[in-house]
């Protein structure tokens, strides 16, 4: 048998895990992995500047493509700056591994420098962790960490690697395992037949249903059991913010996004429907409104492969455990050997109704002679790219503008921090897409308070040319934040407005990258047609915006989900 | 509502830390926690009791708890016929012969053993459901003072034919 010490034997896990690339920042407990990986030629590793980027980074590769995300960070510092990562990925339900190094086993405990207790820190929010205590645990913790980030509902690992059980001095004998069984971790991926029967019979004696779908459709590859579902029973759709893209954004029955800044249609048809169908959506505070108020003449089913998701915030009337993807298959089969169809009278009567509340055209706006609207940008970014780039956003203002103005065409194609709002997601994100798709047009779209938290990356950009292009909704403050302080707090803006925002062009000049400023709507055409000819270098676009301009419908505070402000002067209640 | 669960978990370093944690993170409270390796030593129960302000919290408590990828099986004991008991460990002072004497009769009538001796102290061991204890704890103090109070938390098991195995 071959004989690896333990830094080799974590570099060949990886391969032969099938893993290739791999985001990081070396220190003293992970050199001699490190020294590994300059002897492989499998795997690529991407330096960071920051380890909470190269969380993001990995986590967008993984949102992107659907594999585990991969990161290698050394102990203390290097290990606690993921934590903001992980907690995103944790939010979104992101199968990621993480590495950290750790000092030697006989120090553990002793503070001693660079000592953080990795596995303690990250348990709240991991869905699993390992700690190796000798180099023969490595093939067999790394096999178990991919297994489980990757199955049932997926989250991030970490892995603990003390120095010593790195050591190159001592060599073990090597073998990856073929396989992994766990007595206590048995995901379900069927659902219950007796329930897929009861759901399809509620499914189709509903008169005024809506299928609400999540981001856990998106991570179940179910897109195609949801379209087929959708047109053969002619039913309304809505997406969640992490849903955009499982069902298509120009598609006829596409109502829209729901929630917080949903569309009026999403929520009244939600908030009137006598039957929602939840496929891998967690009803989540953002997403319900008042949950007294709540959809209060609907039936509830609802999909999860969490059973922690179902009944949690709304009780579920019908409740299936198991992988979307499959139970909707499932549905869809007893559907074909059933023959059996809803009354397209009464779906017809409730489409008549929906496309009433559609016709308000909640997402028109006021364009201005003097300023850019960040929704004009959004839009032309879309006629630009004809609807096909990789999209990732920062959080605020720019991330609901960019949901609510670039209807998605495909899953995977819309990357966001939906749970954890991680300021700094975007530019780490875009360039894990990069990577992952070099050949496709990767755009982060981003605000001036969120690009300034892990702008440090656009020197990771020059030094591996990830010519990812960054779009700028410029408006000079925190622009969310606000919004809140402008509708409820009397107008005082508190610590919202940042008075010293660099000149991003020579910011981006001096990383060697392109920067254009765009202060007239006819210059932003232009730049977003030059910023994706020029394939091979990153383009900064600074997009001055409206900084006046709020993001609407907005649902109001303690309401029901009908309950909107559609503007600065009309609200559905008033 | 007072409820009893039963959790059978790897034995592995963590495993504990990690139900512990989920209660903290979660804001579920926990009143008592015993855990020990099994007869299968690769494996370890757990009896937690806990105050839950209604159903479907407890619901959520055992579906989050089955979650954690150490957890094999998860069983609430109060909803069935159970046995709970609780291991009490008292040491007393007394200054007199009455009082000795209270505190030998009191032992007896409670089916407690007085398991250690001083001139003046008795340590007394007592098994039983919590409120027995509690009842004990308060009838020896009218005969002694209390200098030392342990208690192991609640043990507990269903009656019957039902069982929590791996």
Not at chain 1, 145 to 151: E, P, W
Not at chain 1, 191 to 212: E, F, N, T
Not at chain 1, 332 to 361: G, P, V
């Amino acid at each position: 048998m071959e004989m690896l010490s333990g830094a080799e034997m974590v570099v060949r896990s990886l391969q032969d895990e099938g893993i290739e690339h791999i985001f990081g920042y070396p220190g003293g407990s992970v050199l001699d992995i490190y020294d590994a990986i300059f002897q492989s030629d499998k795997i690529e590793h991407y330096l960071v500047r920051h380890e909470q980027a190269a969380v993001h980074m990995a986590d967008a590769y993984s949102r992107a493509t659907g594999k585990v995300g991969c990161v290698l960070v050394t102990a203390g510092p290097g290990a606690t700056n993921c934590i903001t990562g992980i907690v995103t990925a944790y939010m979104d339900s992101i199968p990621l591994v993480v590495l950290s190094g750790q000092v030697p086993t006989n120090w553990i405990g002793d503070d001693a420098f660079q000592e953080a207790d990795m596995i303690g820190i990250s348990r709240p929010v991991v869905k699993h962790s390992f700690s190796c205590r000798t180099a023969e645990d490595i093939p067999m913790a790394i096999k178990k960490a991919f297994y489980i980030a990757s199955t049932g509902r997926p989250g991030p690992v970490v892995i603990d690697l003390p120095k010593d059980v790195q050591s190159p001095l001592h060599k073990f004998p090597y073998e990856y395992p073929k396989s992994v069984e766990l007595r206590s971790y048995k995901p379900t991926l069927s659902g219950h037949k007796g329930q897929i029967k009861r759901a399809l019979a509620a499914l189709l004696g509903a008169k005024k249903p809506v299928l609400y779908v999540g981001g856990g459709s998106i991570i179940a590859n179910a897109s195609k059991q949801i379209l087929e579902l959708a047109e053969k029973l002619n039913l309304p759709v809505t997406n969640t913010l992490m849903g955009l893209g499982a069902f298509p954004g120009q598609h006829k029955q596409n109502i829209g996004m729901l929630g917080m800044h949903g569309t009026y249609e999403a929520n009244l048809s939600m908030h009137n429907a006598d039957l929602i169908f939840s496929a891998g959506a967690r009803f989540d505070d953002r997403v319900t409104n008042n949950v007294d108020k709540f959809c209060p003449n609907a039936k509830i089913m609802q999909i999860d492969i969490d059973p922690t998701s179902i009944s949690k915030n709304i009780h579920a009337d019908l409740p299936i455990v198991g992988s979307i993807e499959v139970v909707l298959q499932q549905m869809l089969d007893l559907l074909e050997e059933t023959k059996a169809t809803n009354d397209s009278e009464s779906i017809n009567a409730w489409w008549d109704q929906i496309n009433e509340w559609r016709a308000k055209d909640c997402l028109a706006y006021q364009t201005s002679e003097t300023h850019i609207k960040p929704q004009q940008v959004i839009q032309c970014l879309y006629k630009v790219t004809k609807g096909d780039a990789i999209v990732t956003s920062d959080v605020g203002q720019h991330q609901m503008v960019a949901a609510q103005y670039y209807p998605f065409k495909e899953p995977r194609q819309w990357i966001n921090s939906g749970g954890a709002g991680t300021m700094g997601f975007g530019l780490p994100a875009a360039m894990g897409c990069k990577i992952a798709f070099p050949d496709r047009p990767v755009v982060c779209v981003t605000g001036d308070g969120s690009i300034q938290m892990n702008i440090q990356e656009l020197s990771t950009c020059m030094q591996y040319n990830i010519p990812v292009v960054i779009l700028l909704l410029n408006n000079r403050s925190l622009g969310m934040v606000k919004q809140w302080q402008k509708m409820f707090y009397g107008g005082r803006q508190s610590h919202s407005y940042m008075d010293s925002v660099p000149d991003f062009v020579k910011l981006s000049e001096a990383y060697n990258h392109i920067g254009i400023k765009v202060d007239t709507i006819d210059q932003l055409e232009p730049a977003l047609e030059r910023a994706f000819e020029l394939k091979d270098r990153v383009v900064f676009i600074d997009v001055a915006i409206d900084p006046e301009e709020h993001v609407y419908p907005m649902q109001v505070k303690f309401g029901s989900m009908q309950d909107m402000y559609l503007s600065k002067t009309e609200r559905t209640d008033a | 509502m007072r409820s009893i669960i039963s959790v059978l978990l790897e034995n592995e370093p963590g495993a504990l830390a990690r139900v512990v944690g989920l209660f903290a993170q979660r804001a579920y409270n926990i009143e008592s926690l015993t855990v020990s390796p099994t007869n299968d030593l690769t494996l370890s129960r757990m009896t937690i009791t806990t105050e839950v302000d209604c159903k479907a919290t407890l619901e959520q408590m055992m579906k989050q708890l089955h979650k954690l990828v150490d957890v094999l099986r998860v069983s609430e004991l109060t909803e069935g016929a159970h046995v709970e008991r609780e291991l009490l460990l008292i040491k007393v002072r007394t200054s007199n012969n009455e009082d000795r004497e209270e505190v030998k009769r009191t032992c007896d009538i409670y089916r407690g053993q007085i398991v250690d001796i001083t001139q003046h102290l008795y340590t007394i061991q007592l098994t039983g459901a919590g409120v027995k204890l509690d009842a004990f704890i308060d009838t020896i103090n009218n005969a002694s003072e209390i200098v030392e109070v342990v208690r192991s938390g609640v043990c507990g098991i269903a009656r019957g034919e039902k069982a929590l195995r791996g």
